[in-house]
């Protein structure tokens, strides 16, 4: 194993691309886009419309499996932690 993915989704109207890890020996070769392509073109997951991920430095890898900024982030909201 050199990385892992972890999706939340209903397979119709939403996934959220929670987490995409690969381990250090084995970055910089593409792996994690690799893997973020994969699920965004399951057959399994063609249906979904909208798709969200959030990531602090990788946006470059993710853009590459057609991610974008979202439009009106201002719209968006979560709850912190306490």
Do not use: N
Request: proline fraction near 9%; charge should be positive; aromatic fraction near 10%.
């Amino acid at each position: 194993m050199t990385g892992f993915a972890r999706l939340v989704t209903d397979y119709t109207v939403f996934s959220y691309l929670r987490d995409v890890f690969v381990l250090p020996d084995h970055r910089g070769r593409g792996r994690a886009g690799w893997l973020a392509r994969a699920i965004r073109t399951h057959p399994g997951l063609a249906g979904v419309q909208t798709w969200m991920l959030a990531t602090r430095d990788a946006h470059a890898v993710h853009e590459r499996a057609g991610f974008r900024p979202v439009p009106h982030p201002e719209c968006y909201m979560s709850v912190p932690k306490p």
